[in-house]
């Protein structure tokens, strides 16, 4: 009889390697809170004017739930299939098949796109602070190599790298928070207006 390799059985998830915090840490950084107060805030100030705090609060509860269901679900089946895993137990394995490629068809678009709009910004930015001009795709390709060697490394030591530039990223968010408030208190346009729906009409108003 042949011996049986112990190499031949399937890989498991290590236990124990990530913690609370790097899972904080991971869907903080997922976030981009830098990048959506950068991309996000201009059209929808368009739509919904000074009432976007609103908006930000009820967003911020159906993500609540969602996120218990996710939670949830994780407890209950361990695995690292994510949705996949998720919508199988409940739907079955064609809506599982689906829902699996459906989310790697998302990261598959969003993480160029990330690059893309990262590196298109930093040629701007070379090119009007110190009026070097380099093509976006050599940033593109530098950007895609470093995030890879990162990667390379390992999970802690890129959660690690993610924490503490969520740390900066996180620190410049406050910091201009801070001004816009002291700023806002002084010339007394400090309201409660932004969390009503009469923000939302009173920009309507405005826009017509």
Same mark, same amino acid.
């Not at 805030?41 to 004017?49: F, M, N, W």
């Not at 949830?72 to 299939?81: Q, V």
């Not at 409940?90 to 678009?109: P, Q």
């Not at 795709?137 to 802690?156: K, M, P, Q, S």
């Given at each position: 009889?042949?011996?049986? #390799?112990?190499?031949?059985?399937?890989?498991?998830?290590? %236990? #124990?390697?990530?913690?609370?915090?790097?899972?904080?840490?991971?869907a903080v950084a997922a976030m981009s809170p830098v990048g959506a107060i950068f991309f996000n805030t201009i059209?929808?100030?368009?739509?919904? $004017?000074?009432?976007?705090? &609103?908006?930000?609060?009820?967003?911020? $509860?159906?993500?609540?739930?969602?996120?218990?269901?996710? +939670?949830? &679900?994780?407890? =209950?089946?361990?695995?690292?299939? +994510?949705?996949?895993? !998720?919508?199988?137990?409940?739907?079955?394995? %064609?809506?599982?098949?689906?829902? $699996? @490629?459906?989310?790697?068809? +998302?990261? $598959?678009?969003?993480?160029?796109?990330?690059? *893309? /709009?990262? +590196?298109?910004?930093?040629? =701007?930015?070379?090119?009007? @602070?110190?009026?070097?001009?380099? #093509?976006?795709? *050599? @940033?593109?390709?530098?950007?895609?190599?470093? /995030?890879?060697?990162?990667?390379? %490394?390992?999970? %802690?030591?890129?959660?690690?790298?993610? *924490?503490? &530039?969520?740390? !900066? =990223? *996180?620190?410049?968010?406050?910091?201009?928070?801070?001004?816009?408030?002291?700023?806002?208190?002084?010339?007394?346009?400090?309201?409660?207006?932004?969390?009503?729906?009469?923000?939302?009409?009173?920009?309507?108003? &405005?826009?017509?």
């Amino acid at each position: 009889m042949l011996a049986t #390799n112990s190499s031949s059985k399937p890989p498991k998830l290590q %236990r #124990n390697t990530l913690q609370l915090r790097h899972a904080v840490v991971m869907a903080v950084a997922a976030m981009s809170p830098v990048g959506a107060i950068f991309f996000n805030t201009i059209p929808q100030a368009g739509l919904v $004017g000074a009432a976007m705090p &609103l908006c930000y609060i009820i967003g911020f $509860g159906m993500a609540l739930l969602v996120a218990d269901q996710i +939670s949830i &679900l994780a407890a =209950e089946f361990p695995a690292s299939g +994510s949705l996949y895993t !998720f919508v199988t137990q409940g739907l079955g394995v %064609r809506w599982g098949f689906l829902a $699996g @490629w459906l989310s790697l068809i +998302s990261f $598959g678009a969003a993480i160029p796109f990330v690059f *893309l /709009v990262m +590196s298109a910004n930093f040629q =701007e930015l070379l090119l009007h @602070w110190f009026g070097v001009h380099l #093509n976006w795709t *050599l @940033w593109y390709c530098l950007f895609a190599l470093i /995030v890879g060697a990162v990667c390379y %490394r390992g999970i %802690r030591f890129s959660l690690q790298l993610d *924490l503490t &530039l969520l740390m !900066f =990223e *996180l620190a410049i968010c406050l910091l201009l928070a801070l001004i816009i408030f002291i700023q806002a208190s002084k010339t007394g346009q400090l309201t409660l207006l932004p969390f009503t729906l009469t923000g939302h009409s009173t920009a309507t108003y &405005l826009s017509v």
